[in-house]
């Protein structure tokens, strides 16, 4: 199939979706409001394979040391899918599932597949990597950018992390845990019960970003937008936890938003 945009529809909720632009949600509305942020770079793409910073964009994979492209110097972020095409597998009226072919810079053959499946309450995202032959490192998560504001009051955040990754000058975690912090954030945080955050935009919307991972970065240093991100390990995790793709196991994550109106 072609890897044109595709529009799902559920009740009044909306989402496109854009495989060209790396596999992305390029918006989700729920009747006039657009909850994701607009532009070529923003709604809502996939991390793989690997999430966040890679320090100095370097990994140990067996016994090779592996370079990955400084796309945010002197750190590799945030994967390789996001900047490439992905092909539409099939596509109904509320459910996509598209795939990626892993390629250079990445060391290893392998695909990605994500599914998107629209409710009328609620998106699930569900993202599997599966080698071809060898085994790798890997990691996956998703990156939205929800408005702060849909034109009432700015959102708030509320969720319970277990704690905070120490973030060094360099924005990667030391590898200490903290006692979770007030923000702004750009930090990673630890949900050992699954990752369950709550995003309230006061008199108009409640949207819940829930996971069974544990791992969820936060960043609400920018004006216009907050991230909440599940994700299968921490920034430079290739590191320091990795999760190993082998034939017979892939690495698989789900994450589901739902929301209700008050």
Known sequence: MSNEDITLTAGEAEVLVSPANGGRIGSLRLGSLELLRQGPHYGCFPMVPWCGRTRDGRFLDGGTVRQMPLNSPPHAIHGTAR????????????????????????????????????????????????????????????????????????????????????????????????????????????????????????????????????????????AEAVCVEPQTGPPNGLNTLPRLVTPLEPLEATTTWSWRRP
């Open 83 to 222: 900047d490439g095409a992905w092909r539409t597998a099939r596509a109904s009226e509320n459910e996509a599932v598209m795939t990626y072919e892993l390629v250079a810079p990445w060391p290893h053959p392998g695909r990605v597949t994500q599914s998107v499946v629209l409710a009328e309450d609620s998106l699930t995202l569900t993202m599997s990597v599966e080698t071809y032959d060898d085994s790798f490192p890997a990691q996956i998560g998703w990156h939205p950018w929800f408005n702060r504001n849909l034109g009432g009051e700015d959102v708030t955040l509320d969720f319970k992390p277990a704690w905070q990754e120490e973030r060094g000058d360099d924005h990667l975690p030391t590898g200490n845990r903290i006692d979770p912090e007030p923000g702004p954030w750009d930090d990673c945080f630890g949900m050992p019960g699954g990752v369950d955050v709550t995003l309230t935009w006061p008199g108009q919307l409640e949207l819940r970003v829930a996971s069974r991972e544990e791992w969820v970065v936060v960043y609400d240093e920018q």
